[in-house]
């Protein structure tokens, strides 16, 4: 229960088809009382009304040393690489579907629920994961990186439902959640002040701005503060004989600690025919062949691109893309798909 109205109403549905329901709010980030990043306190609030209005008794767990040890350290570690990573992926593999998992079990439990929007079929003890009937809200993206293990005792009650319904049935019931705004971000930062927040842990080293011909245009606050793609906050002004289009970040030189950039939405050097990752962690029961052709995606929200996933040595593979792909980030997820099933997924580590 996250104090949200997706596991609100997954709760009630749960209740409704019989199953004897319990709620568990996990808090995994210590604060400050007067630190405004998170709303733990409010979302614990609702959750507690929430699970009132239902009936259900509500346990309240904390996890925030596992949280750091798990999630929190390697994402100041890959931020300290240049690389921009995606915590909430390693909270669902580390916290939700671990964590959660094993004291749920300890409480009991046959199975854990979330909001989560998408699908698990269990057969033998392993879980195949699915896309959920609401494709814009569907998140499998995120948990890709999951056990099978986990995902058999997993319950996803919303895997059949639209965002739209979910909040219909919020508000019939008179949940409190019923109209409660999406959390979006990162978990233990909010959706706001992220650089203020990054500073707090890691050092900023300024260094040059340079074009993709190598003429300085500008000053940079930090490598870490920047993503390829990016367009907003650069602070580049007018340049001299330059076009009139927009920056955009397009390369990170870590040795000489230069962010790269060019102009125009669609700059070669924003795109890349192929990626190299590390090891693949496939939801598939039987061995994988390799050269395999499939669709993947390389952030949330885009629809899959046909690919190749071909074996190198060292658990590395490679992945060409039937048409190039923009803004290619290392320290991201790359996530592959055979229609509606989700293969499974693996860290970018290189453009091509």
């Known amino acids: 229960m996250s104090g949200g109205v ?6 009630y549905l749960l209740k409704r088809e019989g199953y004897t329901v319990e ?20 979302d614990l609030a609702d959750a507690t009304h929430v699970c009132n209005q239902l009936g259900i008794p509500l346990h309240a767990v904390n996890f925030s040393t596992e949280y750091w040890d798990r999630v929190f350290s390697h994402f100041l570690t890959e931020y300290e690489k240049g690389r921009t990573p995606n915590p ?9 579907f671990n964590a959660f998992l094993n004291h749920a079990m300890t409480l009991g439990a046959d199975f854990i629920a979330t909001g989560h929007y998408a699908k698990v079929r269990a057969d033998k003890g392993l879980g195949a994961l699915y896309k959920s009937k609401d494709r814009e ?18 319950l996803f009650p919303l895997g059949n439902l639209l965002k739209s319904e979910v909040r219909s049935y919020a508000k019939e019931l008179g949940l409190v959640t019923h109209d409660k705004k999406d959390s979006t971000g990162i978990c233990f930062i909010g959706e706001k002040r992220f650089k203020a927040f990054l500073n707090e842990y890691l050092l900023a080293i300024p260094g040059d701005i340079k074009t993709t011909e190598g003429v300085c245009i500008g000053k940079h606050d930090g490598l870490m503060f920047y993503t390829l793609g990016q367009r907003q906050g650069l ?9 009139e289009e927009p920056w955009y970040v397009v390369d990170k030189e870590i040795k000489s600690n230069t962010l790269v950039v060019a102009q125009g939405n669609n700059h070669p050097s924003l795109f890349s025919n192929g990626l190299l990752c590390g090891p693949i962690h496939w939801l598939i029961d039987e061995e994988v062949p390799l050269p395999l052709t499939c669709h993947a995606k390389i952030r949330y929200r885009q629809t899959e691109e046909a690919c190749i996933i071909s074996p190198l040595r060292d658990n590395q593979h490679c992945v060409m893309f039937s048409t190039p792909q923009r803004a290619v980030t290392e320290g991201q ?5 055979e229609k509606n099933r989700c293969l499974g997924g693996a860290t970018i580590e290189q453009r091509i």
Do not use: P, R
Request: proline share 0%; aromatic share 12%.
């Open 6 to 11: 997706d596991s609100s109403v997954a709760a």
């Open 23 to 42: 709620g568990l709010f996990m808090k995994n980030w210590e604060q400050d009382d007067k630190d405004d990043f998170c709303s733990a306190a409010l």
């Open 88 to 96: 909430d992926v390693l909270c669902n593999k580390e916290i939700k």
């Open 137 to 154: 809200k569907d998140q499998t993206y995120f948990l890709h990186a999951v056990s099978q293990e986990a995902l058999a005792k997993t």
């Open 235 to 243: 602070g580049i002004g007018g340049v001299k004989q330059g076009l």
């Open 333 to 337: 997820y790359i996530v592959f798909y």
